[in-house]
């Protein structure tokens, strides 16, 4: 069973990937950032709710979640978590540092260990498209549209925030459909894209 579900989030990330990768040359601008973010306010832990899959994400069956602090240097440290298809913990610690002092919604995120991403400085990979005016949920992205991610509070999300998602989605250019929703206890428990109601 658990074999089967790795084949399947295997097989639908590497469609993903393929449709993003042929889309992305043909992609104008970077998604645009929100005009501010208060980061004080974005620290704490967020639940993801979809995502578009990637290669990273594939062993977290459920529960994956987000948390960010202040580090003593004043970047944000990253303490992503899940639990395995096969009921375990899969955790990994990273760093986030502003690249846009202007609006603080585009960052660079590094994860010591990880190819391409063990850079403490780089390129902005991390671009908070959207926000709830009460920042109960957020959308966040990369420049060529390869990511993305539905982070929220609370581990579900009423119809009317769902909609506004999908709205941020469109907005930034993105497939509703490359979206899977991700099963966190307390919400939802299947695996769909965001496109089939």
């Known amino acids: 069973m658990i074999t089967h579900h790795l084949r399947r989030c295997a097989a639908v990330a590497a469609a993903a990937f393929a449709a993003l990768t ?9 998604p645009a950032p929100v005009p501010s973010l208060d980061l004080q306010r974005y620290l704490g832990t967020w639940h993801q709710l979809a995502a578009v899959p990637q290669p990273f994400n594939l062993v977290c069956a459920m529960d994956t979640r987000a948390t960010y602090t202040l580090d003593p240097q004043g970047n944000v440290s990253v303490f992503n978590r899940c639990t395995t298809w096969s009921g375990t913990a ?7 540092t502003v690249n846009d002092t202007v609006t603080n919604a585009q960052l660079h995120v590094s994860f010591p ?3 391409t991403q063990e850079s403490l400085n780089g390129p902005t990979n991390y671009i908070v498209t959207a926000l709830g005016p009460d920042y109960s ?4 992205t990369d420049p060529y549209r390869l990511s ?12 009317e925030q769902w909609d506004a998602v999908g709205a941020a989605i469109d907005a930034a250019g993105e497939s509703r459909c490359l979206y899977l ?3 966190t206890t307390g919400g939802l ?6 496109c089939v109601n």
């Open 22 to 30: 042929l889309g992305a040359g043909t992609a104008a601008a970077s």
């Open 90 to 96: 899969n955790e990994i610690r990273g760093t986030a």
């Open 113 to 115: 260990g990880v190819p």
């Open 137 to 140: 949920w957020a959308l966040v």
């Open 148 to 159: 993305g991610f539905v982070l929220s509070r609370t581990p579900a999300l009423d119809a």
């Open 181 to 183: 929703t991700s099963p």
């Open 189 to 194: 428990t299947g695996i769909r894209p965001l």
